[in-house]
């Protein structure tokens, strides 16, 4: 009997539910329309309208301010109709204060881990030349003999005082300096910007290396992080910035076409020191401990970071090739960047707290506004103390390039970063910061890949952030018993073939063409072949002489020749010197008149001893060719022919590599 009630129920709905609805709409529709009739209809016509509208216009055009109300206007103040000076501030107070902005909404969202961008471009190029290091034991030695020297020119003066009979001015033969009687000739002397200076105490060493360079992307990584973090809780311009803290190198050797195994490259400074497993701002004071002063930077400071660029080492008789500045920085000469170092506060001398085992660590995390990560950091002036505070008997450390050979600190070096700086929360001005890196380690006649992987400091520190801000995965990550106050990002994409030279290079100084009526002439080009070797003590020494091949002869050679002594003093003569440089001639071109006058400038197509297909333009060398003949072909007073810098272009911006 329920059964039949229910089923009445539901018939009876499905018979009348749509009648119910359609009277519904019928009574909104009438109410809309009896609603209607209510609203006032407007009467006015429009010529009515225009009336109005040229009346309003005539107004306004002969408004006066005499004619306004009153209290609806504010009168400026005329002080030279009162007598008193004061101005009466309320009336310059708005009626009704505006509110310029909305009102601020707290932030809600938690914080999360943002990612964390590789290192771009990896690059580089690779160099053989001698460097020049402090040795205190030269140095001890060296002012032995200049006692020695005083010594003996102490008693010359008190017996040409005792034997009255000798000519005024004349030179006994037992007093000739100890470089003539030795036949030894002085060496000339560059005076450009990229030579260091020495006083012939230092030690001068055959270094091998590989210039690595790559961009950190600041830019998009400051993007990442206000996106990330701009609307999450505990959000601070002054911390949440982009701070790079350091970074590791792999490198993996080809051979035969083949790319082996990585494995982690140290820092080391050119001796055979190890200074860690990566390169940071705690490592850099040892890193340049023993550096000569001098090596002149070559790119805009805009885009240095002393955590991220290692500084020029000390290059000797040649300036660095310009592979050394990433080919997408802009040189120092190329910038209106300003160049002046600015001056900062000293630095404490003790190691930063809390360094781990990688070398990083310490207080510098924790206060971006008294460290690195709050601002720009630059180096001492001239004669000032070095970036740690400290100073020593040679003259202390410095960025620049280590410490000078006569007591002084280095010149300055901006380490400035781009205005948009940690602290300001501003945007960054500069699209990356260049990552330089020296691999001492590397083998002459060897072929590398390097890849970088970039360590940046933890946005989420839990000193620096409550963990209550954290997301559940960040929060785990800080709470971990092993977290680290750093995050490293993926290792970068490897970079092109790098290869390591021989002892050795060559510049061209000239070409002869082949005979156009000799079916056999062949062609030669005359190369300045330098090389460096080393002495009996084991201490660097260079030479070069010109030497002319034909096509496929390989410039590898040992005789006669002159060298500079090993503390670039003297010109010396030296048997069987070993001129190895695995250089071939594959090709060239230029050499044929222009004019009676002109040649065309000589190109060269050479193979290294690894393979590598490189070019050599004859204007490059001009530079060292002159250097060359400063050095070797002074006068009697030890002054430079040329006088200028070398400037080796080989490997360069992309100008001569294959």
């Given at each position: 009997m329920n059964n039949n009630r229910t089923g009445g129920l539901k018939h009876l709905l499905l018979a009348h539910c749509e009648k119910v609805i359609v009277l519904g709409v019928l009574g909104v529709a009438g109410y809309l329309l009896y609603a209607s009739t209510g609203i006032e209809r407007y009467s006015k016509k429009t010529a009515d309208l225009s009336t109005e509208a040229t009346q309003t216009s005539s107004r306004w055009d002969q408004f006066s301010w005499s004619e306004a109300p009153e209290e609806n206007v504010k009168k400026s103040f005329d002080p030279s109709n009162s007598s008193s000076s004061e101005v009466d501030r309320t009336a310059y107070v708005p009626a009704k204060p505006r509110d310029w902005s909305r009102p601020v909404v707290p932030p809600t969202i938690d914080r999360v881990d943002p990612p964390l961008l590789a290192a771009q471009d990896v690059e580089g190029v690779g160099v053989t030349g001698l460097m020049a290091f402090i040795n205190e034991d030269i140095i001890r030695q060296r002012q032995l003999e200049e006692q020695r020297r005083e010594a003996e020119e102490a008693r010359r003066r008190r017996e040409e005082q005792e034997n009255a009979t000798d000519e005024p001015g004349s030179r006994r033969p037992g007093n000739q300096p100890e470089e003539e009687s030795q036949g030894l000739r002085p060496a000339g002397s560059l005076r450009g910007d990229s030579s260091i200076s020495m006083d012939g105490d230092e030690l001068i060493r055959t270094v091998s290396c590989a210039v690595v360079v790559a961009k950190a992307p600041l830019l998009d990584q400051y993007k990442i992080y206000n996106e990330q973090l701009e609307n999450a809780r505990g959000y601070n311009p002054a911390n949440d910035y982009p701070m790079y803290r350091g970074y590791f190198v792999e490198r993996a050797e080809v051979r035969e076409g083949k790319t082996g195994q990585w494995s982690r490259v140290p820092v080391t400074d050119g001796q055979g020191r190890t200074i860690g497993p990566a390169f940071n701002e705690n490592s850099l004071e040892r890193l340049t401990q023993e550096w000569v002063a001098g090596a002149e930077e070559q790119m805009d400071p805009a885009y240095e970071d002393p955590a991220l660029t290692m500084p020029l080492p000390p290059l000797v008789g040649e300036s660095w090739p310009s592979g050394v500045v990433h080919r997408d920085v802009p040189l120092a000469i190329e910038t209106e960047a300003a160049l002046e170092a600015l001056e900062g506060e000293p630095l404490e001398e003790e190691q930063p707290d809390g360094v781990d085992e990688l070398g990083f660590g310490g207080n510098t995390s924790l206060n971006p506004r008294t460290s690195r990560l709050g601002g720009s950091r630059s180096m001492p002036r001239e004669g000032g103390r070095s970036m740690r505070g400290g100073s020593s008997m040679r003259g202390g450390s410095s960025m620049r390039g280590g410490r000078s050979m006569r007591g002084e600190e280095m010149g300055p070096r901006s380490m400035s970063r781009s205005p948009g700086q940690p602290g300001t929360g501003d945007e960054p001005t500069?699209?990356?910061?260049?990552?330089?890196?020296?691999?001492?380690?590397?083998?002459?006649?060897?072929?590398?890949?390097?890849?970088?992987?970039?360590?940046?400091?933890?946005?989420?520190?839990?000193?620096?952030?409550?963990?209550?801000?954290?997301?559940?995965?960040?929060?785990?990550?800080?709470?971990?018993?092993?977290?680290?106050?750093?995050?490293?990002?993926?290792?970068?994409?490897?970079?092109?073939?790098?290869?390591?030279p021989m002892a050795g290079d060559v510049h061209i100084t000239e070409a002869k063409l082949p005979a156009k009526n000799q079916a056999n002439s062949e062609g030669r080009v005359t190369f300045l072949v330098q090389a460096y070797d080393v002495d009996e003590d084991g201490r660097a020494t260079r030479s070069g002489i010109e030497q002319s091949v034909p096509i496929g002869n390989v410039m590898n050679s040992t005789q006669d020749a002159e060298v500079v002594s090993p503390d670039q003093r003297f010109i010396i003569k030296a048997d069987d010197f070993v001129f190895h440089t695995g250089i071939t001639l594959c090709d060239f071109t230029g050499g044929d008149d222009i004019t009676r006058d002109y040649k065309k400038p000589i190109r060269t197509l050479l193979m290294d001893a690894s393979g590598r297909l490189f070019v050599r333009h004859q204007l490059d060398d001009a530079e060292a060719i002159n250097n060359h003949k400063a050095v070797f072909e002074a006068d009697e007073q030890g002054a430079g022919a040329g006088g200028r810098a070398i400037y080796n272009e080989g490997g360069g911006r992309g100008r001569g590599d294959f």
């Open positions: 500069t699209p990356s910061l260049m990552v330089r890196f020296f691999d001492f380690t590397a083998q002459p006649g060897r072929q590398y890949r390097y890849r970088v992987r970039l360590v940046l400091a933890d946005v989420n520190n839990p000193q620096l952030v409550s963990r209550s801000y954290l997301d559940a995965e960040a929060a785990a990550r800080v709470s971990d018993k092993k977290y680290r106050s750093y995050r490293f990002t993926e290792w970068s994409e490897p970079s092109r073939l790098i290869s390591i």
